[in-house]
T-cell receptor, first 114, second 109 residues
């Protein structure tokens, strides 16, 4: 069966510090991968998605970046965090064309920028 | 993608059917309607999707009006575990889902 891991679960970082969040998927190959952010009490905002290694599409211009160094690894980074980067970060994956509408979400990382 | 409109919250008695409406009056012909739900502090979970025919699975039923301008998600026998935020999405590109504010469903004993 497929599983998705995210770490860390919680993170408190000062303004201006770097960020690296990691997401890995097991039990599937060539997944589509997604990064979302959810501010407190709000809906999910799509940040990045990837349909293959090295292929990243950015949905929202900001100080975040994403990379996909391996087929089942997706990394979200920032060189300098802003207060507005606080939120709940969710990684998700989906399968091939026949089932790509069904996204499976990880447990999330709760980031607080102080 | 078409914008969707949902009521911010709804209540439902345990054991009764929960009917969650969604308006997508600007939906285009190639856009599907997807429903997800998010239980507190977890990632969203896929429920069901459809194009123009009504759909049913083990979790819920989806009723889409003939003009496709609105739809209703039906949970036939709501339980306390169904308390969650329910998101209605209209999209032709499953790589770009827009999760709006959704409907907070409160199932009460």
């Amino acid at each position: 069966s497929q599983t998705i891991h995210q770490w860390p679960a919680t993170l408190v970082q000062p303004v201006g510090s770097p960020l690296s969040l990691e997401c890995t998927v097991e039990g599937t190959s060539n997944p589509n991968l997604y990064w979302y952010r959810q501010a407190a009490g709000r809906g999910l905002q799509l940040l990045f998605y990837s349909v293959g290694i090295g292929q990243i599409s950015s949905e929202v211009p900001q100080n975040l970046s994403a990379s996909r160094p391996q087929d089942r690894q997706f990394i979200l980074s920032s060189k300098k965090l802003l207060l507005s980067d606080s939120g709940f970060y969710l990684c998700a994956w989906s399968g091939g064309l026949g089932t790509a509408y069904e996204q499976y979400f990880g447990p999330g990382t709760r980031l607080t920028v102080t | 993608d078409a914008k969707t409109t949902q009521p911010p919250s709804m209540d439902c008695a345990e054991g009764r059917a929960a009917n969650l409406p969604c308006n997508h009056s600007t939906i285009s012909g190639n856009e599907y309607v997807y429903w997800y739900r998010q239980i507190h502090s977890q990632g969203p979970q896929y429920i069901i999707h459809g194009l123009k025919n009504n759909e049913t699975n083990e979790m819920a039923s989806l009723i889409i009006t003939e003009d496709r301008k609105s739809s209703t998600l039906i949970l036939p026998h709501a339980t306390l575990r169904d308390t969650a935020v329910y998101y209605c999405i209209a999209s032709h590109n499953f790589n770009k889902f827009y999760f709006g504010s959704g409907t907070k469903l409160n199932v009460k004993p």
